[in-house]
């Protein structure tokens, strides 16, 4: 069974910073690309990041880019995203999710998600 | 347009027969790239429900289903149920958007009444 457990959310100052971390078990890891989606509160999805299954290839949304930082550890099966000057347009739900294919950017869907780290950002 | 169009909420009867619609464009869903749908139960995460327009992975019931025409797609479910009380979300892929090209429609909240 494909488990996606995230962890590292909570309470952050505006310009703060924080590390999401999401461990997964149940499937070959290392052979598919890893994403974040968030997702704000009472809102819809949005992409966030993605990372290719060798983690040579990484991708951000426009508003997020030069902010977060998406990694791999693929003898740990983990994937981390770091996350910095944020803001209250930050704030969510964010969710680990395993792509289908190993390519971050490609034409894909998400087939397995996590629960959600929340992250909230106030002073 | 660069995004997918999805009906704010709809509602129906147990055992009656709803369609959610997710419009998109001409860089979407009418290039063609394939539609999945996405299915949020009430504080859960999401779950896969439909991909590539028509096809359900294992343990969806056959109650749910995926089509597409033109610039548009539809998720129909038959024989409503209590438990299909949740949010619907479209996704698709746009050649417009510089990174990763997924685009969410922005979810459509169905009560069952």
């Known amino acids: 069974e494909v488990q996606l457990l995230e962890s590292g959310g909570g309470l952050v100052k505006p310009g703060g910073s924080l590390r999401l971390s999401c461990s997964a078990s149940g499937f070959n890891f290392r052979t598919y690309a890893m994403h974040w989606v968030r997702q704000a509160p009472g809102k819809g999805l949005q992409w966030v990041s993605g990372?290719?299954?060798?983690?040579?290839?990484?991708k951000y949304a426009e508003s997020v880019e030069g902010r977060f930082t998406i990694s791999r550890d693929n003898f740990m099966n983990t994937v981390s995203l770091e996350m910095s000057s944020l803001t209250a347009e930050d704030a969510a739900v964010y969710y680990c999710?395993?792509?289908?294919?190993?390519?971050?950017?490609?034409?894909?869907?998400?087939?397995?998600w996590g629960q959600g780290s929340l992250v909230t950002v106030s002073a | 347009q660069s995004g997918l169009t999805q009906p704010p909420s709809v509602s129906g009867s147990p055992g009656q027969t709803i369609t959610i619609s997710c419009t998109g464009g001409?860089?979407?869903?009418?290039?063609?790239?394939?539609v999945h749908w996405y299915q949020q139960l009430p504080g859960k995460g999401p779950t896969l429900l439909i991909h590539e327009n028509v096809n359900r992975p294992s343990g969806v019931p056959d109650r749910f289903s995926g089509s597409t025409s033109g610039t548009s797609a539809s998720l129909t479910i038959t024989g409503l149920q209590a438990e299909d009380e949740a949010h619907y979300f479209c996704q698709s892929y746009d050649n417009t958007l510089t990174a990763s090209g997924v685009v969410f429609g922005g979810g459509t909240a169905l009560t069952v009444l």
């Open positions: 001409s860089s979407n869903i009418g290039a063609p790239y394939d």
């Open positions: 999710v395993k792509g289908v294919v190993p390519a971050a950017g490609a034409a894909n869907w998400f087939d397995h």
């Open positions: 990372i290719s299954a060798s983690g040579g290839n990484t």
